[in-house]
């Protein structure tokens, strides 16, 4: 289950509104914004509402692991293939490293 402040990390991620997102999930635009305020906690069909759609505009959400929750992009197959072909390209291998 997401916390406000993952939903309103993702909103910000996917690039969409309050009113978008309220109308992709069927949920409330004031109760985005209560929860995302944390002035209030939905019951968890909302938040599983709100976290579907999220998650249907590419949003990740991380749980708690030690380091806390989180919220990422995903990367599309394509995305994923164009990243491994550039990573393979460019000169020598050597360290990242800098002084």
């Known amino acids: 289950m997401i916390a406000g402040s ?3 990390a993702a909103r910000a991620l996917v690039e969409v ?4 997102l309220s109308l992709r999930s069927g949920v409330n635009e004031a109760v985005i914004q209560d929860f995302e305020r944390k002035l209030d906690r939905p019951d968890d069909k909302t938040i599983m509402a709100l976290q579907a759609a999220l998650e249907e505009l590419g949003a990740v959400f991380i749980a708690e692991n030690g380091g806390g929750i989180g919220v990422r992009l995903k990367f599309t197959g394509a995305e994923a293939r164009q990243i491994a072909r550039l990573e393979g390209e460019g000169g020598i291998v050597a360290n990242d490293r800098v002084p």
């Open 6 to 8: 993952q939903c309103r």
């Open 17 to 20: 509104t309050r009113a978008k």
